[in-house]
């Protein structure tokens, strides 16, 4: 009976992740066919419209923005409705956000979001591992009254999307030399992952 059991949660798993993977990417590629497909499928005749035509169209929506933004003239249009958008009362909370989270993990957009990776000492004997996302608060327009010695670090969450963002002074700061990717897949993972490869 203990070797069925053994048998079968070592088949769960192995089934478990690969099942949810799959489902993630499934529910990601129909979200993404329908940001444009529902538009494709009243523009189009139905015998033209074919399934995945929403992806394609995404993908290419994509490609020409990323084109958009690598011209000096249309650059500087798109700078500026980021910049409208980032001033309407209700949109800007949803957008100035997702546009700082893309950015803060974009290599192309700012290499130096995330400059190092440090151990947080949150009391005796307790450490989180954190990465450090500013060490300067000038020109925030905001007063806060803070000490020099502060710096703001982001303490990811394992087994989420979340995290908080502690704002606290270097000396409770342990650098330690390992590359952020390397550190968000521990921290992400709980520390069970140990295969990670830089590249």
Do not use: C
């Amino acid at each position: 009976m203990k070797s069925i059991q053994k048998i079968f949660i070592s088949g769960l798993i192995t089934f478990l992740p690969i099942a949810v993977t799959i489902y993630i990417v499934y529910a990601g590629v129909n979200i993404v066919e329908n940001l444009l497909g529902s538009f494709l499928r009243q523009a189009l005749p139905a015998e033209f419209y074919y399934p995945g035509f929403g992806v394609l169209a995404t993908l290419i929506l994509i490609f020409l923005l990323g084109l958009m933004l690598n011209n000096l003239v249309t650059a500087g249009l798109l700078v500026r409705l980021q910049e409208k958008l980032s001033e309407v009362p209700l949109i800007k909370i949803v957008y100035s956000p997702l546009r700082d989270l893309m950015n803060l993990f974009s290599k192309g957009q700012d290499a130096h979001s995330m400059k190092k990776v440090v151990l947080v000492t949150i009391s005796e004997g307790k450490q989180v591992l954190g990465l450090v996302t500013r060490e300067h608060f000038e020109g925030l327009s905001l007063d806060l009254k803070l000490n020099a010695d502060k710096v703001a670090v982001y303490i990811p969450m394992s087994y989420g999307l979340g995290g908080y963002t502690l704002l606290i002074e270097k000396s409770q700061l342990f650098p330690v030399d390992i590359p952020v990717e390397k550190a968000m897949s521990l921290a992400l993972t709980a520390w069970i992952k140990t295969d990670y490869q830089q590249k």
